[in-house]
């Protein structure tokens, strides 16, 4: 590792300590804590560890070798299930999504998805959940949150090809213009 990346590592630590000592950033994770707990998106991912989960300062040293980082385990955290970490991603995110991407942002939201082959693992079990479904758009697997239209160009493609979803309830019931502004219709 070079020296301008060690210093500039050193730099970014300091600065993710700072930020989460503030008030600011307690209220911050506390008031998404509310979010949640009420069924919206959490905004914090994993890169925005809360205070409650995180190392202590000084856990993290920049290190021209290997570094032996031994994980934070918080037995009172509620484990989250892939359909609820797909919902909040897709909800966040605000357009299907395909496979890989999905699995990303599942893990960002805090889902545990392992296995030799985590898509195969997270798809077989969001195949069986009540709240996203899998569609075709343009032939390519994506998936989606259940009777929630989808976003106007998503909507469009499958207006091509409206027996690649299945999936009833998924067109917005507006008529709308090319920009997916809606229409209103004079009766």
């Known amino acids: 590792m070079n020296d301008i990346l060690q210093a500039t ?13 503030s008030p600011a950033f307690a209220q911050v994770c506390a008031l998404d804590d509310a979010v949640v707990a009420m069924g919206g998106a959490s905004i914090l991912g994993l890169a925005a560890e809360k205070p409650s989960a995180a190392p202590s300062a000084g856990t993290f ?34 357009r299907p999504m395909q496979s890989p991407e999905l699995l990303n942002a599942a893990r960002a939201q805090g889902a545990d998805i392992g296995g ?18 899998s569609l075709r758009i343009g032939g390519v697997p994506h998936w989606w ?10 909507a469009l ?5 409206p027996l690649e979803h299945g999936q009833s309830g998924i067109f917005d019931e507006q008529e709308r213009s090319n920009d997916g502004t809606p229409i209103e219709l004079a009766l």
Do not use: C, F
């Open 9 to 21: 590592q050193a730099l970014r630590d300091q600065a993710w300590d700072a930020l989460r000592s």
């Open 61 to 94: 040293r920049p290190s021209s070798g290997n570094v032996t980082i031994n994980a934070v385990y918080n037995k009172s955290a509620k484990r989250i299930s892939h359909a609820a970490a797909a919902y909040r991603a897709l909800t966040l995110a605000g």
């Open 116 to 133: 030799t082959k985590p898509i195969i693992n997270m798809t077989s079990s969001l195949s069986r959940s009540d709240e996203v479904y």
């Open 145 to 154: 949150i259940i009777g929630q239209p989808l976003p106007h160009d998503y």
């Open 157 to 161: 493609a499958l207006e091509a090809s």
